[in-house]
């Protein structure tokens, strides 16, 4: 097996391995070839990753914070000289193509490391003039943290969780998805190579069981997930139960709005991008594409002429476009909804089925897919596909289109693009969602908090807002004078 790893987890700074585990496979997408063989955590595996996060973190927590801000740094340089063996053992790992890999996981991992090391040293207190007395506050860890991962951003997600846990003082323990289960354990080396402590940082595996019981875990201040909403809302009512903060990064169904003024080239790219990049399977994703009557027919003849020379094969060649999808379960979903769609009534534009690539035929490559002529009401229009399926729905009015965005429980993210800077402004301040764009769609620089409203999640990711998810506020009175009593 080409990815096999050395053991299943890594706990205490080195490679452990389940005695009574449950064995499952990794697969490679693109030819069903098992790539690696791990086991899930057991009961020993679980109390022995929380046992040395409890004794790295009161280590770790208690480094200046410039020494932790340095180490992070470090991990950030070796993620990006180890980024080309990263990204191919993404690439099998996901079945994504390396052409995007190379760029956007591993890669962008490093610039998430990159950029809370540097906000290290600024991780500071206030204090607060009362006239003689005073008052400071300082910002102290929450302990161990808890990370469940996805599988579309396997190590990508890793450091988006880690970075801001660790830069706080906290140890982490994550548990990345069953079907991806392979980078978080080289992020996990890649530390440990930094100099982080042993303990501080640990990767177990294992499917919902395993994060069950992680979640009501006494020793676990707090949980951080990626996933569906249906998952975010089981993680949630446990995490209630047992009073644990958490950050949920959940699904959408995003719409991405272009008016009849805009440059329709970029408004194409940006609907490609928001589309069939990674194959679709991106929580954020435009796949509401409302587009003006005025422009709609010009709009879809040009994108389905693009959509034509997009190139699906290998994904470790670099010059393949669309990658297979992740797993025998998301490919039949998948083409369940461009079945549902068809059946609807939506016209199919390009697309529609699953796709043949030469020398993979085991492959789960689908056809990236248009639909026209959507309606509010159908399914493809309402529910997260995870797929490369664009749903094309025309409008002719602002205040039309704004309220039909909103017509949604999801509220991730949503794109406008005019050349009316006036009317960018205003439609995304009536766009009820977290996270935004104006004249592109899917840039997610970790200098911005990403995260949803309503049902797509709860707290936000990278930028300074995440740091009040992964830290508590400690407040001191100091009394400068006597204490008075009523006797």
């Known amino acids: 097996m080409r990815a096999q790893p050395k053991a299943s987890h890594y ?20 030819t069903g070839e098992v790539i690696a063989r791990v086991h899930t955590a057991d009961d020993a595996v679980i109390e022995a990753a929380i046992s040395a996060a ?4 009161e280590i770790w927590a208690a480094m200046p914070p410039a020494e932790r801000g340095r180490i992070l740094r470090k991990a950030a340089d070796i993620l990006r000289e180890k980024n080309r063996e990263l990204s191919v053992l993404e690439t099998l790992d996901t079945g994504k193509p390396l052409q995007e890999t190379l760029i956007a996981d591993a890669a962008s991992g490093a610039d998430c490391l990159e950029y809370y090391g540097g906000l290290a040293a600024t991780l500071t207190g206030e204090h607060i003039d009362l006239g003689g007395s005073f008052a400071y506050t300082k910002r102290e860890p929450l302990g161990i943290c808890f990370g ?7 190590i990508q997600i890793a450091c988006w969780k880690a970075a801001p846990a660790l830069v706080c003082g906290n140890a982490m323990i994550f548990k990345p998805s069953e079907v991806t289960p392979l980078s978080a354990l080289k992020f996990a080396e890649a530390l440990t190579e930094a100099g982080l402590p042993d303990g501080v940082y640990n990767v177990i595996q294992g499917f919902g069981d395993v994060g069950a019981k992680m979640v009501a875990h006494p020793d676990i201040a707090k949980v951080s997930l990626t996933g569906s909403v ?5 993680v949630a009512s446990l995490a ?37 990049y990674s194959t679709g399977q991106i929580c954020s994703n435009g796949t509401r594409v409302f587009v003006h009557k005025a422009i709609k ?8 002429e693009r959509t034509s020379s997009a190139v699906l094969g290998d994904p470790l060649d670099e010059a393949t476009n669309i990658g297979p999808l992740v797993s025998r379960q998301q490919f039949d979903k ?22 043949q690539v030469d020398s993979f035929p085991e492959g789960y490559f689908v056809q990236p897919t248009v639909f026209a002529d959507v309606r509010d009401n159908m399914r493809i229009a309402r529910e997260e596909i995870f ?12 205040d039309e289109v704004v309220a039909r965005a909103n017509d949604t429980e999801f509220g991730l993210a949503a794109g406008v693009f005019t050349k009316d800077i006036q009317r960018a402004h205003r439609v995304i301040g009536k766009l009820e969602a977290g996270t935004c764009w104006i004249n592109t769609y899917n840039l997610t620089p970790i200098e911005m908090p990403f995260g949803g409203y309503k049902k797509s999640g709860i707290g936000r990711e990278n930028g300074h807002a995440a740091i009040e998810y992964y830290s508590q506020i400690k407040s001191i009175y100091v009394e400068m004078d006597g204490v008075e009593a009523a006797f």
């Open 230 to 234: 249906p998952t975010g809302a089981k």
């Open 11 to 30: 706990v205490g700074g080195s490679y452990l391995e389940s005695q009574t585990g449950t064995p499952f496979d990794s697969f490679y997408p693109a």
């Open 334 to 355: 998948v083409l369940s909804y461009m079945q549902i769609g068809q059946d609807e009534g939506a016209r199919l534009v390009c697309g529609g089925g699953s796709a």
């Open 240 to 276: 209630g139960e047992h009073l644990k903060k958490t950050t949920l990064e959940l699904g959408g169904k995003s719409p991405l709005i272009i008016f009849d003024d805009a440059d329709v080239e970029n408004a194409i790219s940006a609907a490609i991008n928001a589309n069939f």
């Open 387 to 398: 797929g490369p399926v664009l749903s094309v729905l025309d409008f002719g009015d602002e």
């Open 148 to 154: 469940i991962g996805a599988w579309n951003y396997p």
């Open 54 to 57: 409890r004794t790295g973190q």
């Open 297 to 304: 027919e010009q709009f879809l003849s040009r994108l389905a």
